[in-house]
């Protein structure tokens, strides 16, 4: 019965592939194929817990009933609920179960890695420190998605490993883990990335195959450990006064400077091997669930805010009016504005009219590609953070505009005309531009939402406000959903924990719950803006 519970609990908290393959010691001689390695190689682990990790959470439940309509880039014509924060509870607690899972397999990467036994035939495949360190920062990738989502969570430290309250990844010892807290989480997360980027090694290869980030470039994980370390640090500055300290370090030691720094992972044109977005369109039934959000297309086109017509809008969405069909066959983009409406957000129920593809505008065929990559950092975030370290440098703002649009394929006259007229920088502006950049990774935005209160009300529909259907002027008002105990007035705070973890783990989820002054979406975390 003890086995039995233990491994239950372990599928809960994250279990790789490499942890299943023997169930007891007892199994050995029937588990072994003498036709087969018995060890995985770890550049197989590696590239399939980053494939797990961004197929998870950046498919149609995790990203595009969460993060992505909440920030308004996305509407829902079908599940108007979940736009409306009434989320299912199985979204959370899946999204819980991949992030751990995940976690779990780098973890199985470094201890191949360490282990006597293995390193050697782990060795054959790239530097035996290099694979560690690649490891460890998405280890610290992956734990931050945790704590931003949940608040206190299991976290598993390798440079802490003796950390009493760091009990994650460690089902034998700790079969019913305690909830680190946020602060201890993101101390540890900036010690881990400084770590790991000074372990690396740029003159060998990290992974001498299966690596779909970089491609094995040792320098290129360098300048994204010390490029997340930044983007966490600028995150905890306000209530962790050491945090500038890191930023400055961070900066030192080498961040992004150009798009051939981003960290983007690369995806095939199989069903398999396709965008996670992509698949959720086309793998099976095509859906159409997901649309352009009125609120971002309104400040693209130059409606709202002080930005003008922005030429992104054609590298988002599709002008309205098209079948299935014909957008697949290929379409043109429109000079006429007014075929760029979007889904008006958080409608009162399903309405038929925006339930037919025709009246809507498809995200635009850059988006829904088999082959986009899926955007971990990029480096018009790095300039947009150098912008506010800065004092609002004027610079860094127009950089991270420019790098963003370059990278996304806008042509170069369209790019100096938005710049030549761009506001001059300040916290509100260089906030919007980075709100728009960050499209391609909207959980990153809600975080900098909660942290920062931009975009403000002049684009973002709140609760309680009232807005107009774009193709009758008729009025409606947000009115959010209860979810949990909560009616929210303010966009989600952060997402209840899974229920699986009040009956497997209630104490620990008691005390964590209790810090936050309950398991509720209106809990506001460690980083968030308090006023």
Wanted: proline share 5%.
């Amino acid at each position: 019965m003890k086995h039995i519970k233990a491994l239950f609990i372990s599928s809960v908290l994250g279990i790789s592939a490499l942890s299943m393959t023997s169930c007891t010691k007892d199994f050995e001689e029937i588990n072994t194929n003498p036709n087969s390695p018995e060890v995985v190689p770890s550049y197989t682990v590696f590239n399939g817990a980053n494939r797990y990790l961004m197929t998870f959470t950046r498919d149609g439940w995790w990203m595009a009933r969460m993060s992505m309509p909440w920030m308004q880039y996305s509407a829902q014509s079908n599940y108007v609920e979940e736009d409306k924060y009434q989320y299912r509870d199985n979204q959370t607690g899946n999204g819980w179960i991949y992030l751990y899972r995940s976690a779990n397999s780098y973890k199985d990467i470094i201890l191949m890695c360490e282990n006597p036994e293995t390193a050697d035939q782990m060795s054959a495949y790239g530097n035996l420190d290099n694979q560690i360190a690649a490891s460890r920062i998405m280890l610290a990738y992956t734990f931050d998605h945790l704590v931003s989502h949940f608040g206190p969570v299991p976290y598993w430290s390798y440079g802490d490993r003796e950390n009493p309250n760091f009990q994650a990844l460690d089902v034998d010892l700790y079969p019913l883990a305690s909830y680190a807290s946020e602060e201890d989480i993101y101390i540890d997360l900036l010690k881990e990335l400084k770590e790991a980027t000074a372990q690396l090694n740029t003159g060998e290869p990290v992974f001498n195959e299966g690596d779909n980030i970089y491609g094995g470039d040792a320098a290129s994980w360098k300048k994204f450990g010390n490029s997340l370390r930044l983007r966490i640090a600028n995150r905890i500055k306000a209530v962790y006064p050491a945090a500038q300290a890191e930023i400055d370090d961070a900066i030192a030691s080498g961040v992004f400077t150009s798009n051939a720094d981003n960290a983007i992972h690369a995806f095939g044109e199989t069903d398999a091997e396709g965008n996670p977005l992509w698949q959720t369109f086309y793998t099976g039934t095509p859906r159409t669930d997901f649309w352009p959000n009125r609120q971002f297309v309104d400040l693209l086109k130059g409606e709202t805010a002080d930005y003008g017509f922005d030429p992104r809008l054609y590298k988002i969405a599709a002008p309205k009016g098209l079948t299935f069909t014909r957008y697949n066959a290929g379409y043109q983009n429109s000079d006429d504005l007014s075929d760029y409406t979007g889904v008006p957000y958080a409608l009162p129920a399903v309405e038929d009219y925006y339930t037919s593809p025709a009246n809507n505008n498809f995200f635009a065929k850059e988006i829904l590609t088999a082959t986009r990559g899926e955007v971990l950092m990029e480096y018009a975030e790095v300039a947009f953070i150098l912008s506010e370290v800065n004092s609002w440098s004027q610079e860094h703002y127009e950089n991270g505009v420019r790098a963003n649009m370059e990278r996304v394929g806008v042509e170069e006259a369209a790019i100096a005309e938005f710049i030549a007229n761009l506001p001059a920088a300040n916290e509100r502006h260089v906030m919007n531009q980075k709100y728009v950049s960050l499209f391609y990774n909207p959980d990153e935005a809600w975080n900098e939402y909660r942290r920062t209160g931009y975009p403000d009300t002049e684009i973002l529909l709140m609760p309680g406000e009232q807005t107009t259907r774009p193709h009758n002027g008729s009025t409606y008002t947000f009115t959010p959903l209860q979810s949990g105990n909560v009616v929210a007035t303010d966009l989600p705070a952060r997402v209840r924990y899974p229920v699986t973890q009040q009956t497997l783990n209630g104490e620990n989820w008691r005390a964590a719950s209790s810090t936050l002054g309950g398991d509720e979406i209106d809990k506001k975390l460690y980083f968030a803006k308090k006023d």
